[in-house]
């Protein structure tokens, strides 16, 4: 069965620092890869997403940036946070019907 | 542009139904979607009607669509403390098969 794992499930970082939030999926092979973020009360907004191993589009100008090393790993980064990143994290897969969400970041920035 | 609009609170008593209202803009919508999401957890696929069909129903769960009003709901028959959640409206449109826009969630506070 397909499974998706993401971690760390919370992080404190400070405004500067470096992100790294990873995501890999089990179970499946070329699936469809989405990076998305919840801010507080507002709904999902789609950051990135990946069709295939190094191909990443971005939806949203801004200070993430997203990689795609192996076919089942999906990688979020930033070189220095901003509180304004600050957000519930969510990766997901798909093969075309819904999503399957990952558990989740909450990354907090001081 | 695409865009999905949903309540943001709805209380009910536990026993009674919940019904969650979404409307979206797009016309194209291939799919339309309910997801569950409880506190600090990822989202959780609920059901799921195709944009050709007007109700579907998954034993407690029954979704209508209008398709020419752009009106989704979602009804939850006998609600229960643990539907208590946030419950998202999304729909997958029709260009950019990859794009799914979601609502801002609606939070059903079931009461006892």
């Known amino acids: 069965s397909q499974t998706i794992h993401q971690w760390p499930a919370t992080l404190v970082q400070p405004v500067g620092s470096p992100l790294s939030l990873e995501c890999t999926v089990e179970?499946?092979?070329?699936?469809?890869l989405y990076w998305y973020r919840q801010a507080a009360g507002r709904g999902l907004q789609l950051l990135f997403y990946?069709?295939?191993?190094?191909?990443i589009s971005s939806e949203v100008p801004q200070n993430l940036s997203a990689s795609r090393p192996q076919d089942r790993q999906f990688i979020l980064s930033s070189k220095k946070l901003l509180l304004s990143d600050s957000g519930f994290y969510l990766c997901?897969?798909?093969?075309?019907?819904?999503?399957?969400f990952g558990s989740g970041t909450r990354l907090t920035v001081v | 542009g695409e865009d999905v609009e949903q309540s943001l609170f709805l209380s009910v008593r536990e026993g009674d139904s919940s019904v969650i209202n979404c409307t979206y803009t797009?016309?194209?919508?291939?799919?339309l979607y309910w997801y569950k999401q409880e506190p600090g957890a990822g989202l959780q696929l609920l059901t799921y009607?195709?944009?050709?069909?007007d109700m579907k129903q998954d034993q407690r769960l029954t979704v209508l669509l209008n398709k020419k009003d752009k009106h989704l709901s979602l009804r939850i028959a006998d609600t229960q403390t643990g539907d208590s959640a946030i419950y998202f409206c999304a729909e997958r449109t029709g260009t950019g098969g990859f794009k799914t826009i979601f609502g801002a969630g609606t939070r059903l506070f079931v009461k006892a």
């Open positions: 797009d016309s194209s919508s291939t799919y």
């Open positions: 179970g499946t092979s070329n699936p469809n």
């Open positions: 997901a897969w798909s093969e075309g019907g819904g999503y399957t």
């Open positions: 009607i195709f944009s050709n069909m």
């Open positions: 990946s069709v295939g191993i190094g191909q």
